[in-house]
């Protein structure tokens, strides 16, 4: 029954079947029905207020933000010390960290700003009152030192050790306020296992 194709196919000698006439044309015209394009009613009325109504919104959006940046309060943070000396002294105006150039003072203002941060977000208690106390202290005396190496800067002038002692000064303030933060964190996490404990 093996037979080659070849041959069998120049031995076939039956045509192929004819369509019928018009044939093409009735195709053609279906397809033509069928896959023509139809005009979709255009919603450019409907787009064209939501383009408006979305540049409406973007400028008032802009409009907010610019109105509160330009009445925004650009005051810079300070150095929490209320505490005032009086001196018979004439006030003579004092050199300090930041004056001595920009970079030493952005640096003097971060640390600044840091200090006043953490010092405003403290939440004191009756239970931590006396930590926090101890804290305090240590930072008045660091504020001290800051003031005496202030005072050293205005009277010998800026050396490196002294530029260095002032801002590992600003730095040690702010490592204890962190250091003061986490005991009060874990004195609140020792008092609500007590509380838990107490209730079970």
């Known amino acids: 029954m093996a037979q080659d194709i070849r041959s069998l196919l120049k031995e076939d000698t039956s045509e192929p079947p004819k369509l019928s006439k018009g044939h093409e044309a009735r195709f053609e015209a279906r397809l033509q029905t069928a896959f023509s394009e139809k005009k979709k009613p255009s919603n450019n009325t409907t787009f064209f207020f939501m383009k408006i109504a979305a540049v409406g919104l973007v400028l008032i959006t802009l409009g907010i933000f610019g109105y509160q940046s330009l009445t925004k309060d650009e005051t810079t943070p300070a150095i929490v010390d209320t505490t005032t000396e009086q001196t018979d002294t004439p006030l003579t105006p004092q050199i300090t960290l930041g004056d001595l150039s920009p970079d030493l003072k952005k640096v003097e203002e971060f640390y600044t700003a840091g200090i ?19 804290y305090m202290k240590r930072l008045s005396d660091l504020d001290a030192e800051y003031t005496r190496l202030t005072e050293e800067l205005n009277t010998l002038g800026p050396t490196e050790a002294t530029i260095n002692a002032l801002i590992d000064n600003l730095k040690l303030r702010l490592e204890l306020l962190f250091k003061l933060k986490n005991k009060l964190k874990e004195l609140k996490e020792t008092d609500d296992e007590k509380y838990i404990n107490m209730e079970a």
């Open 116 to 134: 006043n941060v953490q010092l405003a977000s403290l939440e004191t208690s009756e239970e931590n009152k006396d930590l926090i106390d101890g």
